[in-house]
């Protein structure tokens, strides 16, 4: 009997529904693995926030999606395609249908807001320079900031910068857009603006978004899709009210912030009893 090709060399169909899909990935910094048995899909033209505690590889799934590590097993793939299996020619060409908006998505200083939004354009594109105006224009009316074209990044406020770093991370028309934290450091009115937007974008421009986010509340009210990270692996996801209405632990324990539960508060480490005078460890610290 005719053996069946190994699951690598079967052509990938992409899905109508799904735009990124993690299946098995076991990811580690060195021997211990961060992330061990992990999969899930991220439907298309959604909204899906990935959540758990700091530390549970919430980045590293960003990072795997935008090929910046691979996958040490399993597959992540992009568009039917497995971003670990590509070359640099594909992966730049599938990251350039991705948008990356990272932690207090830092602006180049020394450019004006324009310039900031106006760079992925003149890196990535041949287009005129009066086309390259246009799209920048409307990037920023989108988030509401035409008129702040020629603010430099040291006069706009955190709420504002984050909403240039947002119109440069749409500036190629991306299908995906991904957000590392982007509620970090904003106050509760700038943080409700930046949801609404984040939300608004995704529907007006047939975006998919992947949101990570501490910000239960906020993060919950414009989900569409929520994934629960903890202990290297999911720990549930579905719909935002089904998340939070979960009664596993380490669920209820997350959506309902308890201090104590499933996901301990200490690093892991020697009983208290043997680290509190004794001095035979011979630990300086
Ligand atoms: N470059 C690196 N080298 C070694 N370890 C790393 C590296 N980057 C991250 N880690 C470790 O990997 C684990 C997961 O990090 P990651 O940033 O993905 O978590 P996270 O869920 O995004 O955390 P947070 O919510 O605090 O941002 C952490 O224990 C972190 O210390």
Redo the contacts with the bound molecule.
Sequence with gaps: MPQAPPAFLLPMTPSASTLVELRDVRFG??ERA?LDGVSFTVPRGKVTALM??????????L?LIGGQVRAQRGEVLFDGQDIGRMNNEALYAARRRMGMLFQFGALFTDMSVFDNVAFPLREHTQLPAALVRDIVLMKLDAVGLRGARHLMPSEASGGMARRVALARAIALDPDLVMY??PFAGLDPISLGTAARLIRQLNDTLGLTSVI?S?DLEETFRIADHVII?ANGGIAAQGKPQDVRESTDPLVHQFVNALPEGPVHFHYPGVAVEEDFGNHAHGDRA
Excluded: P
């Design positions: 910094y060195g961060i758990g505690a700091s530390g549970g590889g919430k980045t590293t799934v990072r590392d934290e990570v501490h990270l």
